[in-house]
């Protein structure tokens, strides 16, 4: 999917930087996001016009839903296991609510071959629909889908563990939390999605594209 350049509509670009993180060893790739920015991520600029991947005001169902909103995350390899987590504003719990107009919410990782391109053929999803719970591995173009047998939301994190082959030729990564609309075609003035489908809530921070590094 070849998109034009993103220009992240943010105060405060994110601090990218590799480093050790306190209880992991070896290389950390972490992110930080500003916190706050829930339905207004990220714009695409294509033929001279700014277009929104998606906007939704802050008294908006999706723009009060602190869950949504990340503070940031990392990323490692340890001992040939890929580890991943996601900090977020406001905790989640079984008892928490979608927001309304959402049918499903996905706390995801998006990676990339090639990161001049807004393209990812491998994708890691934590999947909540208001009452199950899992996580999903998703290749372009592969079936079946293959389900994470390591994965856990507890209160503001999302953690998940992989095997590091399944993206073994992916540069690139960034995070992302979704929200599934229902199927409406219509917007109004409290702040629904525009339309069915999925849109981001919230996506890291960057100065063009959002892509961090893969950890070594």
Request: glycine share 10%.
């Amino acid at each position: 999917m070849r998109r034009g350049a993103i220009v992240i509509v943010s105060a405060l670009i994110a601090l990218l930087f590799v480093q050790p993180v306190s209880g992991q060893p070896g290389n950390v790739v972490t992110f930080e996001d500003e916190p706050d920015d829930l339905g207004h991520p990220a714009y695409f600029e294509v033929d001279g016009f700014i277009e929104p991947v998606a906007y939704w005001p802050t008294t908006s169902p999706v723009g009060q839903t602190g869950y949504l909103d990340m503070l940031g995350g990392w990323m490692s390899v340890e001992d040939g296991i890929m580890k991943a987590e996601l900090t977020l504003a406001d905790e989640w719990t079984a008892g928490s609510a979608l927001p309304e107009g959402v049918k499903a919410v996905w706390w995801t990782w998006f990676f990339s071959r090639d990161t001049s391109l807004f393209e990812a053929p491998y994708a890691i999803h934590v999947c909540w629909d208001g009452s199950a719970i899992e996580g999903i591995l998703l290749v372009r173009g592969d079936d079946p889908v293959r389900h994470l047998e390591s994965f856990e939301v507890s209160g503001n994190v999302v953690r998940v563990e992989f095997d590091p082959e399944y993206v073994d030729d992916a540069v690139g990564w960034f995070a992302e939390s979704i929200c599934w609309n229902h199927c409406s075609p219509e917007t109004d003035d409290q702040g629904f999605m525009p339309s069915a489908g999925w849109f981001a809530a919230d996506i890291t921070d960057g100065p063009m594209l959002p892509w961090l590094p893969m950890p070594s």
